[in-house]
């Protein structure tokens, strides 16, 4: 028989359960794939918004919308409209029922454990297909699947419930370059900005320095072409800085140092060409940004909830 057996809401960021069904099945297959909605719970920041995990005998289906992800597990013979328009139900009374700031701010796990009610009624409706009066919506969603399929998860991207290594972590030398890609960092500070903003500034105002020696390069033989390639370097340098700020690599916290050291061993350079509160302005920002790439580190692994 052909049904939706149990549902939940999900924070993306972090997995944290914001609402589940109550009345989970208590067969071994049904008990197996609990451990499938957990894993994919601590991947829903890597994955597309509209998926399907084929677990056998039952079938996970999610959609994932402003930081909201919506799961819900399936016998295998569920036919896939009627399971993407349940979602789609749970996703547009979520998003109208609770604001984006509650689901932000949620620490608890289930602290919205009330929209349960919804879940079950409408659960109850798409387990009796003869009942549905949405029709017209049916229509739209199959089209809308037949025009951006969901994305089918294999077994060996999401890896084993017993920690067997998957596609997100691999478990050979070398491994950390592949993970690293989906390295998230933890949430950028107002004086993280800032620092941005500022490493954007000293980066412009080497490049015009650098145009301007350029030009007086080719109008006087006597100018040290070195003062052009420090100018440039000076700007490579701020452009790393922001890019190390705002994105997770290897060794990230050393490039940062030695792209600092860059800096001022240009500014050194550059000393007979500004005033020391230039150069201190430009070593001052160096240092700051690298401060701020110290702080803003990954985050750390996600609570195991109780999905």
């Not at 705002?246 to 060794?251: D, K």
């Amino acid at each position: 028989m052909s049904m939706i057996l149990s549902a939940s809401v999900i924070r993306v960021r972090d997995g944290l359960p914001l609402s589940a069904s109550t009345d989970y099945e208590q067969g071994t297959g049904v008990q197996e794939c609990r451990k499938y909605f957990k894993m994919l719970s601590k991947k829903l920041a890597q994955l597309p918004d509209r998926c399907t995990l084929k677990t056998g005998h039952y079938n996970i289906n999610f959609i994932s919308s402003l930081g909201v992800s919506y799961m819900m597990l399936c016998t295998e013979n569920y036919p896939n409209v009627l399971a993407f328009s349940f979602l789609d139900e749970l996703q547009k009374e979520f998003i109208t029922t609770y604001n984006m700031m509650k689901t932000n701010t949620a620490v608890r796990p289930y602290c919205f454990i009330e929209f349960d009610n919804f879940i079950q009624r409408t659960k109850q409706r798409y387990n009796n297909p003869r009942s549905l009066s949405t029709k017209i919506n049916l229509s739209d969603m199959q089209m809308e699947i037949k025009l951006r399929p969901p994305y089918q998860i294999s077994m060996c991207e999401l890896g084993s419930a017993n920690g067997v290594t998957s596609a997100f972590s691999v478990d050979y030398k070398g491994a950390g370059k592949i993970s690293s890609a989906h390295q998230r960092l933890e949430p950028v500070t107002l004086s993280g900005i800032v620092a941005f903003i500022l490493s954007l500034l000293c980066g412009a105002l080497n490049l015009i320095r650098g145009f301007h020696a350029i030009e007086s390069l080719l109008q006087s033989d006597g100018e040290d072409f070195n003062y052009v390639v420090a100018f440039f370097l000076g700007t490579a340098a701020c452009l790393y800085q922001c890019y190390l700020l705002v994105y997770y690599t290897g060794w990230r916290n050393v490039k940062s140092f030695l792209t600092f050291g860059l800096i001022c061993l240009c500014n050194m350079y550059l000393y007979e060409l500004r005033n020391l509160w230039q150069l201190f302005f430009h070593v001052t920002v160096g240092a700051f940004v690298t401060l701020q790439i110290w702080l803003r580190q990954a985050q750390g692994k996600a609570p195991d909830y109780d999905v």
